[in-house]
């Protein structure tokens, strides 16, 4: 009698564990509204300036000093506005000694998509969920912010804006003013490149930037995974890597930077010769507006 009483005690105590187990906690990202934006922020907070709703995110510290805390991140719940809390679940995630590189959907909503890094120093990503963007954004100071991007405010750059015709008219330009050995184009066809399908992509960020979010770079890796697991989930048999980062300063630039690094003018004026250097496929700008970019 009391070996049946053993095993059963034994039984009962294996299937609470296995029950634990199968529950883990998940992981809170604390918020709150900001009613007063720091001064500073500004200029970087243009973005949210319509509705004024900037959330301070803080993140338990007690995470980190866990062992193996990279592996305690399969369900993160955050409130994106007073009215939305959503519960947070991983598809992906690349992890090093002290930081993750954590991509996810929104349960329930398998087309939203969460990219974030995260460290014992804060989090920087963003939120893609129904047609609206909320940025995610670690400071200097180590404060971290969420706040939503207004889809008017994504073309604040004027590059952006350049039609067609002058996008073509300045790539032409670009070529005749350039010495440089024009690189071999890599051409798509049905079965994917006919040339390598290791593309390399020449970054160029914006330094200003990376004073004021110091996981800029990390955030360009980020983009690259992104990037790649689309091509990946399309077929298409080709992958980007970004062979060098290169800062440049947007501080006196005349006119936008896309059409500056078209041009080869100022900053970019040794473009040509960099992307010969490099062997570069690609040439990318990471900069002001964090979620736009654009290859040429």
Not at 35 to 51: G, W
Not at 206 to 233: K, M, R, V
């Given at each position: 009698?009391?070996?049946?009483?053993?095993?059963?005690?034994?039984?009962l105590?294996?299937?609470?564990?296995?029950?634990?187990?199968?529950t883990?906690?998940?992981?809170?990202?604390?918020?709150?509204?900001?009613?007063?934006?720091?001064?500073?922020?500004?200029?970087?907070?243009?973005?949210?300036a319509?509705?004024?709703?900037?959330?301070?995110?803080?993140?338990?510290p007690?995470?980190?000093?866990?062992?193996?805390?990279?592996?305690?991140?399969?369900?993160?719940?955050?409130?994106?506005?007073?009215?939305?809390?959503?519960?947070?679940?991983?598809?992906?995630?690349?992890a090093?000694?002290?930081?993750?590189?954590?991509?996810g959907?929104?349960?329930?909503?398998?087309?939203?998509?969460?990219?974030?890094?995260?460290?014992?120093?804060?989090?920087?990503?963003?939120?893609?969920?129904?047609?609206?963007?909320?940025?995610?954004?670690?400071?200097?100071?180590?404060?971290?912010?969420?706040?939503?991007?207004?889809?008017?405010?994504?073309?604040?750059?004027?590059?952006?804006?350049?039609?067609?015709?002058?996008?073509?008219?300045?790539?032409?330009?670009?070529q005749?003013?350039?010495?440089?050995?024009?690189?071999?184009?890599?051409?798509?066809?049905?079965?994917?490149?006919?040339?390598?399908?290791?593309?390399q992509?020449?970054?160029?960020?914006?330094?200003?930037?990376?004073?004021?979010?110091?996981?800029?770079?990390?955030?360009?890796?980020?983009?690259?995974?992104?990037?790649?697991?689309?091509?990946?989930?399309?077929?298409?048999?080709?992958?980007?890597?970004?062979?060098?980062?290169?800062?440049?300063?947007?501080?006196?630039?005349?006119?936008?930077?896309?059409?500056?690094?078209?041009?080869?003018?100022?900053?970019?004026?040794?473009?040509?010769?960099?992307?010969?250097?490099?062997?570069a496929?690609?040439?990318?700008?990471?900069?002001?507006?964090?979620?736009?970019?654009a290859?040429?």
């Amino acid at each position: 009698m009391p070996l049946f009483r053993f095993i059963c005690s034994a039984f009962l105590l294996n299937c609470a564990l296995i029950s634990t187990q199968g529950t883990a906690q998940p992981l809170t990202l604390q918020s709150h509204t900001l009613k007063t934006i720091p001064a500073n922020l500004a200029e970087h907070l243009i973005a949210a300036a319509e509705k004024q709703d900037v959330r301070q995110i803080a993140i338990d510290p007690t995470l980190f000093q866990q062992k193996e805390w990279q592996q305690k991140l399969s369900r993160i719940e955050l409130q994106l506005d007073n009215d939305t809390a959503v519960t947070v679940l991983p598809k992906q995630q690349s992890a090093k000694a002290d930081s993750v590189i954590w991509q996810g959907y929104i349960s329930g909503a398998p087309n939203s998509l969460v990219t974030m890094v995260i460290s014992n120093k804060g989090i920087s990503g963003s939120v893609r969920h129904k047609g609206r963007l909320w940025q995610i954004r670690r400071l200097a100071d180590g404060q971290v912010i969420m706040f939503e991007t207004s889809p008017q405010l994504l073309n604040a750059d004027d590059s952006i804006k350049l039609t067609s015709a002058q996008l073509k008219q300045q790539s032409t330009h670009a070529q005749q003013q350039s010495t440089s050995v024009l690189l071999p184009t890599v051409v798509e066809n049905a079965t994917g490149f006919t040339d390598e399908t290791r593309l390399q992509v020449m970054v160029y960020y914006d330094i200003q930037e990376l004073e004021t979010y110091p996981d800029l770079l990390e955030l360009i890796d980020l983009e690259f995974q992104q990037a790649n697991s689309a091509l990946l989930n399309s077929g298409i048999d080709a992958q980007l890597n970004a062979v060098v980062k290169l800062p440049v300063s947007r501080q006196n630039a005349s006119r936008g930077m896309l059409s500056l690094m078209l041009s080869g003018e100022e900053m970019f004026s040794n473009l040509a010769r960099d992307r010969q250097r490099y062997n570069a496929d690609f040439v990318h700008y990471f900069g002001l507006n964090l979620d736009q970019w654009a290859c040429g």
